[in-house]
């Protein structure tokens, strides 16, 4: 196939491109608003300042970061081997199963920094399990990972539902949620990082957890660009035929990278378990899973891109909370429309703005005119 | 005769329940046949709804509703055809992003315009489809057996459960039959051979793409101007991906399709009914295990374990011309 596109220099690639992408999907976010009726810059006051306005907001706000930087993670680390895992959303929610057992077991014998390591691993356990299936059956019998994801889904739905019912319900209790958590079961929050900068965390549940993402973030970029696991997964996701011929074992890393995907996805459930409800609840992963999707298309698959991207999300979800308070007839599903229009433009419609883009930029820098006629555009 | 009845009353249910996952996944049937897969079956269904709940309440016209919501579902469709086919973007990505978006956008819209809570206003009768009584329906009520299978079952429809069924054998019949259904379906196993003979293989996939927002459409309108008066909040409920779901099940054929959806239909209809219902020998089903069961089944069968399915060669691959 042939190469459609000159080389950018890598500003405008990994910066330019995808703010150009971004601000068309709140262009027409914006134009919803004013379909609706109501003002988009006053909407974007309120996002803003309902996001960063105060310790408290900016707590919540990274609460949900946190969430969005495993999410997004597990979505691009499949990313790298060429598999689209969108079954975040399953892997996520069972993953909620191994830390509800590992805090149902020892919230009352263990303090909580003995206990979270265990519920991290319960976590990534689950999650990884969750998710081999579908890689197992993409590497050994050739069903698309997509359609596998989606069914996986579901059936995750379906069997939490039963196990809240049947098997964590406590006796007695009508409402679909384990017991809460004693102290052990509960991660500290992290207001002594916000009292550095003078905020306080208020009643946000910003907490360890968001450490730990942090940790994984610099541990998937050691991974995929460090490593040699990471170096044939690329090589798989470029191109599968050159895998083979170099002797990579196709299956193998298939299922290893989405074990790995998954296991990332499970480690999104400490967040709202341990570190805000103190117990696990019916759907608690509340579409997380599919916003990791944008988050991994708008982050380019980076770890350096993925938590501004998950920021970016953290922000419109806790912004967008403040948005519907204080204008009613912009809900919070208002989300869901920036979370599809920025998948489809930084998406879908990744290359549409790019000829224009190429010919500014190469028409404003010679230096990287040179550039792209040596490499042969 | 109280088993009978019994099989009527589920045999009739699982009509209905199936309607709207045939006409989805005969949508999915061109497009995927043509090369182009499209994972956004529960938006666009989801978007012609809210349009059919929309504007027959508006205008008190179940046509008027019919044509929005066929309207809407094709405008998606274009959407996800220039992605995927123009610009060559990733299907599967588009296909998430207007899930998304419609998912949103019909809460914020309807509530911004009835504040009903993401409801449309419920519709009267004229704005919704009646139900067709076949001739002599009510003449052979009595009859022992074929009575009750002509009266309860095969009559008592929504014009568009008739036309979801008579959709199956035309859309063979498209797809078979005609030189346009040859061409869709080698541009969805060869776009090279086709675009060699000098026919477009762009124009082609645009044709495909707008057949299955015809169709979304029509199942749109069937789930907020037939089964229900009106569109509520995220109406389709995963339709969508059970109409997926059937799809490959049906290894992409418009008969198997027929008969994955009343499969999966049965399995709701069933699920509904006996819910908690202890059976003999295996003792009461998890209500959970049934909704699941159509996932299952389709996870089992992509894996082979149950035939092949094997999907169109082209499927999900953008056709560039070699320059």
């Known amino acids: 196939m042939s190469v459609p596109y000159a080389k950018l220099p890598a500003w405008a690639e990994y910066g330019l491109i995808p703010l150009v992408n971004l601000a068309v999907a709140f262009l027409i976010s914006g134009l919803v608003v004013l379909i609706v009726g109501e003002s988009p810059l006053e909407a974007a006051y309120h996002m ?51 830390v509800a057992l590992a805090c149902l077991s020892f919230d009352r014998v263990l303090p909580w920094y003995l206990l979270f390591p265990i519920a991290i691993l319960g976590a990534a356990l689950f999650g990884a399990l969750w998710a081999m299936i579908p890689g197992w059956l993409q590497a050994k019998r050739g069903s698309h990972i997509v359609i596998t994801t989606i ?33 052990g079961g509960q991660l500290p929050k992290l207001d002594w990082l916000m009292s550095i ?16 993402a942090l940790v ?34 196709e299956a193998r890393i298939i299922v290893i990278a989405m074990m790995i995907s998954g296991g990332l996805a499970g480690m999104m459930a ?98 990287t005119r040179d550039v792209a006629a040596t490499k042969g555009a | 005769m109280e088993f009978f009845q019994t099989f009527i009353e589920l045999a009739q249910s699982t009509v209905r329940v199936s309607t709207p996952l045939i006409l989805a996944a005969l949508a999915g049937l061109f497009t995927e046949r043509a090369g182009v897969f499209d994972i956004g079956l529960e938006g666009k269904m989801l978007g012609a709804a809210f349009a059919a709940g929309t504007v027959a309440y508006l205008t008190q016209s179940v046509t008027m509703g019919l044509l929005a919501a066929v309207l809407v579902s094709v405008l998606l469709s274009l959407v996800h055809g220039y992605a995927s086919i123009t610009q060559r973007g990733s299907q599967i990505v588009s296909g998430v992003a207007i899930n998304f978006v419609v998912a949103g956008s019909t809460v914020i819209l309807g509530e911004a315009w009835f504040r009903q809570g993401g409801r449309t206003p419920a519709l009267t009768e004229d704005g919704r489809f ?13 009859v022992p057996i074929l009575g009750p299978l002509y009266s309860g079952l095969l009559s008592g429809h929504s014009p568009l459960t008739y036309l979801a069924f008579l959709m199956v ?38 044709r495909a793409v707008i057949c299955c927002g015809i169709l979304c459409g029509i199942a749109g309108a069937y789930l907020s101007l037939s089964a229900n008066a009106g569109f509520t909040k995220g109406m389709t409920a995963g339709k969508g991906y059970i109409a997926l779901a059937a799809l490959i099940f049906a290894k992409w054929r418009p008969k198997n399709i ?45 894996a082979g374990f149950i035939g092949k399915a094997i999907p169109p060669k082209a499927g999900g691959v953008p056709y560039v011309k070699e320059r």
């Open chain 1, 48 to 98: 803003i300042n309902g996001a960063f306005g105060r310790g408290e907001y900016i707590g919540f706000t990274l609460y949900y970061t946190t969430t969005f930087i495993f999410t997004g993670l597990a979505v691009a680390v499949a990313f790298h081997c060429g598999l689209f895992n969108i079954g975040g959303e399953g892997q996520a929610y069972i993953g909620g199963i191994g």
């Open chain 1, 151 to 183: 069914m996986f889904n579901f059936i995750a739905a379906s069997l939490m539902n039963y196990l809240l019912n049947r098997v964590f319900k406590p006796l007695g209790s009508m409402s679909l949620e384990t017991r809460t958590f004693e102290a």
């Open chain 1, 197 to 212: 900068f003078g905020l306080s965390v208020g009643s946000a549940p910003f907490n360890i957890s968001f450490l730990l």
């Open chain 1, 216 to 249: 994984a973030a610099f541990g998937v970029w050691v991974l995929i660009w460090r490593t040699r696991l990471g170096y044939e997964m690329r090589t798989m996701g470029h191109s599968p035929a050159a895998a083979r011929y170099a002797g990579i074992k």
């Open chain 1, 270 to 367: 400490l967040n709202p378990i341990m570190g805000e409800q103190f117990r696990m609840q019916l759907d608690f992963v509340q579409g997380a899973g599919f916003v990791g999707i944008a988050v991994a298309l708008m982050g380019r698959s980076h770890p350096a891109g993925i938590i501004p991207a998950a920021l970016l999300f953290g922000m419109l979800y806790q912004g967008g909370a403040e948005i519907s308070f204080e204008m009613p007839s912009i809900s919070r599903d208002m989300i869901v429309i920036i979370q599809g229009l920025v998948i489809l433009f930084a998406g879908a419609l990744e290359h549409m703005f790019r000829p224009t883009i190429t010919r500014v930029v190469l028409a404003l820098s010679p230096k």
């Open chain 2, 130 to 142: 009646g139900r067709i009584t076949l001739p002599f329906a009510d003449a052979v009520r009595e």
């Open chain 2, 169 to 206: 054998p035309a859309s063979w019949w498209i797809l078979y039959r005609t030189r346009f259904g040859l061409r869709l379906r080698a541009v969805g196993e060869n776009p090279g051979a086709v675009d060699t003979a000098g026919i477009s293989v762009i124009w082609l996939r645009y």
């Open chain 2, 258 to 302: 027929l008969f994955a959806c009343l499969l999966f239909g049965f399995l709701d209809a069933f699920a509904i009914r006996y819910q908690g219902y202890a059976f003999p020998l295996i003792g009461k089903v998890p209500v959970q295990f049934m909704q699941a069961l159509p996932y299952i089944l389709t996870v089992i069968l992509l």
